[in-house]
């Protein structure tokens, strides 16, 4: 890690927000215990998940110009904690900074847009980047590892990527179809990754309001792959991911008909915890699956 203070404009989203507030929480309390400095995007709006763009892409990308503007307005990289946000708002991003040569009226068309509204324009001079990116890319894991307080040894953790961290743009940071990157953290906090098939794939949560039982049975295939696979518990870097895993996770042992239980803590959770952060502190207790399992066996 550099000896510079890591800083990022953070931009939380909106589930982090209401239905995963432990994620928020979390977020800030792990960044807080490694010095890394965020500047909340207060006036930031919802990415749209990937549902704008079924009406308008240009109205997917003028409402994320706008909050990579308001990033760059910091001279800050945007942070999010939400693989959706990273996927949409990346993809965003790439797609502006290529259009700055290939098709600048288009950029200049969008900036019109935040002109109206009184916001600076978009300028291309920033990055979007993952918590997980953040953590691996710039702060290291041997630096994580220094950090280490509480080791979490014994814990099998099954990581679930999810779709758009992986596979929503180009990045540097990790193979889309073979990552290691969760897994390296896993292990630099103590833990031990468990492999299994569905770590990659779709949650389900997409097909949820149209195909809720095909969604549940997505889940539930992942869930039962990963006890099968021996975990402890699911890891995610994205909110909603842990929707799908976690809330819902009573409805998709009705669609598979089989008794789950599997924990599913948010990525933060599971590093805060490494660095002695109590449970308390990273809302453990705000989960619909009990994560008690989980604490027992780190001897909480």
């Known amino acids: 890690m550099s000896s510079r203070t890591l800083k990022y404009a953070y ?7 209401g239905a995963c507030r432990e994620l928020d929480q979390s977020t800030k309390a792990l960044t807080r215990s490694l010095g890394i400095d965020l500047i909340e995007l207060k006036k930031a709006s919802c ?24 990033a760059e307005e910091l001279n800050l990289p945007l942070l999010t904690h939400c693989s959706t946000c990273q996927g949409v ?19 200049e068309h969008v900036n019109g847009f935040l002109k109206q509204e009184g916001c600076s324009p978009y300028r291309g001079s920033t990055d979007v980047k993952h918590l997980l ?3 691996v890319a710039d702060y ?8 280490v307080t509480r080791k979490l040894s014994g814990l099998k953790c099954a990581a679930f990527y999810g779709c758009y961290l992986l596979r929503g743009q180009a990045h ?24 299994y098939r569905g770590r990659t794939q ?17 889940a539930g295939m992942h869930i039962q ?25 009573p409805e998709v042992e009705k669609v598979v008909e089989q008794t789950l239980g599997l924990p599913v803590l948010h990525l933060p959770q599971l590093v805060a915890l490494a660095l002695g952060i109590s449970p308390q502190n990273l809302g453990l207790d705000r989960h619909i699956v009990s994560t008690r399992p989980v604490l027992e066996k780190l001897g909480f």
């Not at 931009?11 to 927000?17: K, R, S």
């Not at 749209?48 to 990579?68: M, P, W």
């Not at 041997?142 to 950090?147: G, L, M, P, S, T």
């Not at 940071?173 to 292990?187: A, G």
């Open 11 to 17: 931009f939380p989203g909106c589930v982090a927000q």
């Open 47 to 70: 990415c749209g998940s990937g549902t704008f763009k079924e009406d308008s892409q240009l109205l997917e990308d003028a409402v994320n110009a706008r909050n990579i503007a308001l």
């Open 89 to 107: 708002i990346g993809q965003v991003d790439e797609r502006l900074k290529a259009s700055q040569t290939d098709n600048p009226a288009y950029v």
């Open 133 to 135: 990116w953040a953590l």
């Open 140 to 147: 290291g894991l041997e630096e994580i590892a220094r950090k």
């Open 172 to 195: 540097p940071y990790d193979d889309p179809f073979n990552p290691t990157s969760m897994e390296n953290l896993f292990e630099a906090v103590g833990a031990t990754p468990v492999i």
């Open 202 to 218: 779709c949650c389900g949560w997409p097909l949820s309001s149209y195909a809720t039982e095909q969604s549940f049975k997505l």
């Open 225 to 249: 792959d990963a006890i099968a696979a021996g975990a402890d518990c699911m890891v995610t870097p994205c909110p909603l991911c842990h929707l799908n895993l976690d809330s819902r996770q």
